[in-house]
């Protein structure tokens, strides 16, 4: 149990719809990163939180946007939703900066099936 | 883009030592090299990272050459259980993009 936490485990909906996904990172964690994995496809970085504030983004569609809290918890948004938006979509914690050895700590991931 | 170069797959026989090479030919001086693997559709776990000394723990040693431009990750007596895609990272610890490349998929065999 890597103490990362991942909301829903399985999700499926329909062409156009939005959906949600949480992340609740390890205790004390600060930096919170999204990664989308499609079918048999490496991780693409999506973006990345820390304390609260975006700190560096990648190949993240307009369509998507997320944010980190004020307790730390992330949640990733995704809208006008496409099927080769179907993949396993990771939330990483790790504490960066001024402290432990910057490895990241990864969920178990959201399976997103988009119908 | 990734930073490292990894052959995309390589097979080992269960009980001998798996040699996972990696090279980061670019590396600059303050960044380490990391370590994960991700077993089936599993969240990718870390493994192990240098800076420049060689490293071992309960799981796997990492070899850097001397230049740095190179290293290896060592399974000392691979399981089936071990089987799974190893990627190499380079990085620094403050690094806010953290860029996976396609990794290496490794295949145990009994």
């Known amino acids: 149990d890597s103490g990362v936490t991942q909301t829903p485990k399985h999700l499926i909906t329909a062409t156009g719809q939005r959906v949600t996904l949480r992340c609740s990172p390890r205790s004390g964690d600060l930096s919170v990163y999204w990664y989308q994995q499609s079918l048999d496809q490496g991780l693409q970085f999506l973006i990345q939180y820390y304390n609260g504030e975006e700190r560096a983004k990648g190949n993240i569609l307009e369509r998507f946007s997320a944010q980190q809290f004020p307790d730390l918890h992330s949640e990733l948004n995704l809208s006008s939703l496409e099927l080769g938006d179907s993949a396993l979509y990771f939330c990483?914690?790790?504490?960066?900066?001024?402290?432990?050895?910057?490895?990241?700590?990864f969920g178990e991931g959201s399976r997103l099936t988009v119908l | 883009d990734a930073k490292t170069t990894q052959p995309p797959s390589m097979d080992c026989a269960e009980g001998r030592a798996a040699n996972l090479p990696c090279n980061h030919s670019?590396?600059?001086?303050?960044?380490?090299v990391y370590w994960y693997r991700q077993i089936h559709s599993q969240g990718p776990q870390y493994i192990i990272h240098g800076l420049k000394n060689n490293e071992t723990n309960e799981m796997a040693s990492l070899i850097i050459t001397e230049d740095r431009k190179s290293s290896t990750l060592i399974l000392p007596h691979a399981t089936l259980r071990d089987t799974a895609v190893y990627y190499c990272?380079?990085?620094?610890?403050?690094?806010?993009?953290?860029?996976f490349g396609k990794g290496t998929r490794l295949h145990i065999l009994p």
């Open positions: 670019t590396i600059s001086g303050n960044e380490y």
């Open positions: 990272i380079v990085r620094e610890n403050r690094d806010d993009k953290i860029i």
């Open positions: 990483a914690s790790s504490v960066l900066a001024g402290g432990g050895r910057g490895e990241l700590f």
